[in-house]
């Protein structure tokens, strides 16, 4: 890439001392790791080149790519990892910019369909007639607030839940949107936030969306991102887990159990008046139940062949499953003509019977078909075992600047693992480190004398290895773990035997949680994954974070069994190319919940004996080679008693 020149028309200069960020946005320093990086998408943009950019905490990487994208004048999309950070970025971060730079862009925010009213569906509900007292109480708070949004999207309704059951009534899927047909098209939520995506210069989506856009465009379905001149994937470090729930097809109890609501919906709506409709949808409603049955009582996920070999009737419930789909297909085929509802149902039940009458074929050999078991239901998956060469067809079409950047890209300094999970070749790759000076701001506690983390003791014991620490520390402290089991009889010791606040993921929402941690004292916060990141708690309200284990993924898990063996089939080492790697990025994650400002300081732990008994253990601690490390408790005790 051709280098640009230090002038004041380029990105570093406005990140700089003279620049318009230094002079009127309180508190805002020059870093030159962030003039760095704001140069290299700058080219990136104008060369339409690809950077991988390791840009560690503190560094300032949203506006490092915020202040390029701004000032290029072409058309950007941004995709973040959450639609939290899409909504922090979209409504803070970007005015604020784009107010300091004097740069006037049109800027859109879209979300996936689920996320905004459909005003079809919302009608419909007023004859629903399998409705609770509760849901007919959001419903009717829905309606007010449907009577006065300009945007439909449902997170303006503070009275409703965003996880209540009231939502898929009134949303709507790809299956059940009528698409052109609909009487409400030209006011449509969705229709509307696309239009303006279309005509924004930059757009702010989520991973999620991304990728359920690049499926449609791979499979001949249309688009529902427009085409841009250059990509931003903020926490790329996601990208690879979410591609996964994109690439390959998902059947499940929800979709089939929803397309019976819709289809009985819809013969009120449409009044076909065939007597047998209503009876072959009940038969696909009960197939549905006897294939749950048939897959076992235990939560739990499975490949299909062990699934299959656990439970003997599994292959003959499915059969009858397709046989009932088929025959609601053919009744649903003469009902089409009485209405738009019932023919967009005939649609979907063609479509997802002929998804029920693929699970009886056999599978090529870089695809994997495995079973999610839940409490309420089940989805029967098939997902490519290595996702890398669908990636590289994804993004090899896209003849535009791509910038991949996350706190976490690398493995002691190498972009190998990121490079090939997401197919790529050749790349710009840039790494800089946090500014913040962990020599003096932080210590690195790896205790001695704790019993492997496999045997039964080990939680117990590291709960009394901890308790003077905490003691020490005045509570302050996350202890995030890799399971729930450990994070309740964690919880349940601490509060049995403490005086310390415990705070327990689940209890209550996360932000919830956030606020009471930094509104109490002597508080502990026990959590698992959920927290390992995407929290920000700046201060002395956080000076303690401990890892229980080395954060390797379950070897029971199906997916994972597949793309180990398939490495070890073609003479890789699975474990140290695959687990190792994931494993060190996550555990870089849960570490960087510790320190967030320069003013931070703090202690990490990593508790895990295997760390430093393993060789693979040095991976992990060339990761965080800046932090001073020691196993004396005393001195970690009297580190935090300063704070």
Same mark, same amino acid.
């Given at each position: 890439?051709?280098?640009? %020149? ?11 001392? #003279? ?27 104008? *060369? ?26 072409? !058309? ?50 007023? #004859? ?13 708070? =829905? ?9 439909? /999207?449902?997170? &303006? ?6 996880? $209540? ?6 949303? $709507? ?43 449609? !465009? ?32 998902? =059947? ?9 609501? /819709? ?8 009044? $076909?008046? =065939?007597?047998?409709?209503? +009876? ?5 409603? !009960? ?9 076992? !009582? ?47 149902? *005939? ?81 710009? &790759? ?64 601490? =509060? +049995?035997?403490? +005086? ?14 956030? &606020?009471?941690?930094?509104?109490? %004292? ?28 080395? %954060? ?17 089939? /073609? ?28 003013? +931070? ?43």
């Amino acid at each position: 890439m051709v280098g640009l %020149p230090l002038t004041q028309n380029n990105a570093a200069w406005y990140l700089g001392e #003279h620049g318009p960020l230094t002079a009127t946005l309180k508190g805002f320093q020059p870093r030159p790791s962030q003039q760095e990086f704001a140069l290299k998408v700058e080219e990136s943009i104008q *060369y339409r080149g690809t950077v991988l950019a390791e840009s560690g905490t503190g560094t300032g990487k949203t506006f490092a790519y915020l202040v390029p994208a701004l000032l290029s004048g072409k !058309k950007i999309l941004i995709s973040t990892g959450t639609r939290y950070l899409q909504e922090q970025l979209f409504h803070r971060d970007l005015p604020t910019v784009a107010e300091k730079l004097k740069v006037s862009v049109t800027a859109a925010l879209l979300k996936g369909r689920s996320n905004y009213l459909c005003i079809d569906r919302l009608e419909q509900s007023r #004859h629903a007639t399998r409705v609770s007292v509760p849901m007919r109480d959001e419903l009717e708070e =829905i309606f007010a607030w449907s009577a006065r949004t300009k945007t439909g /999207d449902k997170s &303006e309704v503070s009275g409703v839940r965003e996880d $209540s059951e009231v939502w898929p009534w009134v949303t $709507s899927t790809v299956d059940n949107c009528l698409g052109s047909k609909c009487t409400h098209f030209t006011k449509c939520h969705i229709n509307v936030a696309r239009k303006k995506a279309a005509e924004a210069e930059l757009i702010v989506v989520n991973h999620h969306l991304f990728f359920a856009d690049a499926t449609l !465009k791979e499979d001949g379905f249309g688009q529902l991102l427009p085409d841009v001149d250059a990509y931003v994937f903020d926490e790329a470090h996601q990208l690879p887990d979410v591609a996964g729930n994109f690439l390959g097809s998902t =059947i499940g109890h929800r979709q089939i159990e929803g397309l019976v609501t /819709d289809i009985r919906q819809a013969e009120i709506e449409d009044k $076909s008046g =065939i007597p047998a409709l209503l +009876d072959r949808t009940a038969d696909v409603e !009960k197939a549905v139940r006897e294939l749950q049955l048939a897959m076992g !009582k235990r939560i739990q996920r499975y490949s299909w062949e062990e699934l299959v070999h656990n439970q003997p009737d599994l292959e003959s419930r499915l059969k009858d499953l397709a046989t009932s789909s088929s025959k609601l297909v053919e009744i649903l085929a003469k009902a089409a003509d009485s209405g738009d509802h019932l023919e967009r149902c *005939y649609e979907r039940a063609a479509s997802i019977g002929g998804q029920i009458s693929k699970l009886l074929e056999q599978l090529d050999s870089n695809t994997i078909r495995w079973v999610d078991v839940t409490r309420f239901g089940f989805r029967i998956c098939e997902t490519p075992i290595n996702p890398g060469p669908v990636l590289a067809k994804i993004f090899s079409r896209r003849n535009t600047s791509m910038v991949f950047t996350s706190a976490t890209l690398t493995v002691a300094g190498d972009f190998g693992h990121f490079r090939s999970q997401m197919g790529l070749g050749e790349v710009d &790759e840039y790494s800089w480190g946090s500014p913040f000076n962990f020599a003096d701001q932080t210590l690195l506690y790896l205790p001695e004398g704790l019993p492997d983390p496999r045997e039964e003791n080990y939680q117990r014991a590291l709960s009394e290895h901890m308790e003077p620490i905490f003691k020490s520390s005045r509570g302050r402290a996350f202890m995030l773990f890799t399971s729930y089991k450990a994070m309740k009889a964690a919880a349940e010791y601490y =509060i +049995d035997r403490t +005086d310390f606040k415990v705070l327990v993921q689940g209890d209550k929402p996360k932000a919830e949680l956030l &606020e009471a941690f930094q509104r109490n %004292p002597k508080v502990i916060l026990c959590a698992t994954m959920g927290f390992w990141e995407g929290v920000d708690v700046q201060g002395d309200d956080l000076v303690v974070v401990m890892l229980d284990k080395l %954060p390797f993924e379950s070897p029971g898990d199906p997916v994972l069994k597949s793309r180990l063996a398939r490495m070890e089939k /073609d003479g890789l080492n699975p474990f140290m190319e695959y687990q190792v790697p994931r494993a060190v990025i996550k555990m870089r994650q849960g570490a960087g919940r510790l320190i967030r400002d320069f003013d +931070d300081y703090g202690v990490l732990i990593i508790a895990d004996p295997r760390t430093r008994s393993k060789r693979y253990g040095k991976k992990f601690l060339e990761s965080l080679s800046e932090m001073p490390q020691t196993s004396d408790r005393n001195l970690v005790s009297n580190f935090l008693a300063s704070i």
